[in-house]
């Protein structure tokens, strides 16, 4: 085992369908989204373990011997993945400082790391030097999956370092995959570091930041759906604070003081998640524009049974409205009450109209983004495959 | 039997909830208006029966003599009135020169009025001769059941003339309703009016203007709900013209289309329908702040559900924006695509509120009415009982 160069990238999560409705027992679709996380591991030979991520200024930087103890008495099992290896992150926190209360994204994201390096490399002779710097196009407490495409980045790395995938052949300007059992090793230590950062995660931001694509997920189960379309969205992201805990909870009143409005809705979610399905796997053979009309009117209608649910917000009333009145339809996506917004966009959407919308929101404070979902999962890069801008942040740490 | 000089008059309805939903089994609340249509019968010793209806420009006289060959040879036997007459709708046809083609608001309140004139006194030795006035407060065409309290103010009328019901004892500046039994012919003679004007109508209309009050409608059976309270509400016509046929047609297509999600939907408003009447009858005993925060809740998950549907509209949604940016909840009442919204109000909604709520949407183009539901059914009134400005265009004719 020796640290070679190497790029990876993992890309953000969204809901396209069944948020909330997946709480009580019904189908969701949870999709990737083109805004990646990409990570650059270089190997040192200094002994020195560093962990760079600009975006969210954390520079932290360790004497691999320093570290060597903390993996002592007795290394996690690598086999008994369904947990986190408490020891482990009780002796984390203690080397940190960190706090066990109100945890902040920093000390997650380090405690993350930590904790994925000295797991995978438990049972190496030594522990290995390099320096992994982050950039991520992902806004963070987005409910984009950022942390997860941290963890699936973190995971596939060390991974490849560690040996226990491959490194798959990767032409320049081009990327690439490993195979299906490589990147279910890659999805377990990522979920792993989910567990770190966020206590009982659901595993299906990792699963996204993994696979990529679109996933079912139902009753805890999460299926990749085998063929689906690429599609353009404009991600939108009101930047209105919202506690997903709560909202979570308020839906649930509401159910408990309306059953018998509340459980047809959630029905009726349902049936807009597996109807949504269907419509994106004929899209995969012959993407049509009633296609295209299915999928705005499932929007539409979700849209208003998430504002029935109770996690509508005036700020996504208003992103609906602005790109309504331009012929684009949207919905919320993830826990409501603000965050972010998905607007369609078929694939003769105008420039101009993309344009002139992106401005009005813009104008809103919102925070905009044109992408792609259904898009690959976590993919190896040759350097020049990776945008300039990214690369030049990732080059200068 | 010889013509008395009296007034009646009969509210309009609404449907609170359930508007659509109806047509597929689903349980639907209509309420009385009041909004009512007054009607002013004086007796006339020249043999002339004249029919004044000044809101839609109609002056008619008949010589009665002229009218008594109409009911040869053979008068509608008045026990049969599951159905119409057909040989006398016809005669009327032919005396009137009225085509069956489009028939406009004013033939067929004419064929209205002699149907229910010439059945009422089939069997009667002469034809009365009198004068009937109607003012209405109710627009036409605007689904708030003005052709049925018309009807049902002919049907009230004639009826007290001809004998078949009482005309119960009523105080100045005061009205008197009949006796159940009473109420039962008139709701079933002013149905037949319905049948004249609207071919096949649900009889929801002419029960409203005849009970008052509240009244449930499921799957063709229509029940007077025992107690219920009088609520104030903003009533608003956004004067979009629609089709009923059409927008019914569209909400059978989408069914179709999307069967899981839509069926579900329809369970949603039959369960808001009956939770709704529960609060109502609830509300008839004490009526807490409470119980008009679920109302508002209703109407505004309703109001989503209707929108995803198919029958919402722009204007509508500028209603509950305009209502919601005051704190007071709308939805739209009938058809949708446009026609009429209400607007509950609150027992302490302010009047400033309610003024500028008004201005706003009045400055939109719509038209307002700060009116309230759950009032009585047809009734007949003591002159000094009418408002004035009523009174004065019944006596101007």
Redesign the interface.
Known sequence: MSPVFLIVSAPGKAILHGEHAVVHGKVALAVSVNLRTYLRLQPSSSGILRLHLPNIEVFASWDVSTLLPLRLPRAADPRDLNKLDLALFQRLHDFTGFTDEAPDTHSMAVLAFLYIYLSIFAESRELPAFTVTVCSELPTGAGLGSSAAFSVCLSAAMLSVQGAISLPPVHPESTARWRKEELELINIWAFQGERVIHGTPSGVDNAVGTWGGILRYCAGNITPLSRVPMLRILLTNTKIPRSTKLLVAGVRDKIKK?????A??L??I???S??CEQTLQEMANDATPEHYSVLE??M??NQ??L??VGVGHASLDHLCRVTLARGLHSKLTGAGGGGCGITLLRPDTDSLVLQSVTRELRDCGYDCWETSIGVPGVQLHSASSVKGDVLSVLNSY
Chains 1, 2 share one sequence.
């Open positions: 309306f059953p018998s409005i509340m047809p809705v029905d009726s349902d049936g807009i597996i109807t009117e499932l539409d209608i208003h049974h504002n029935v």
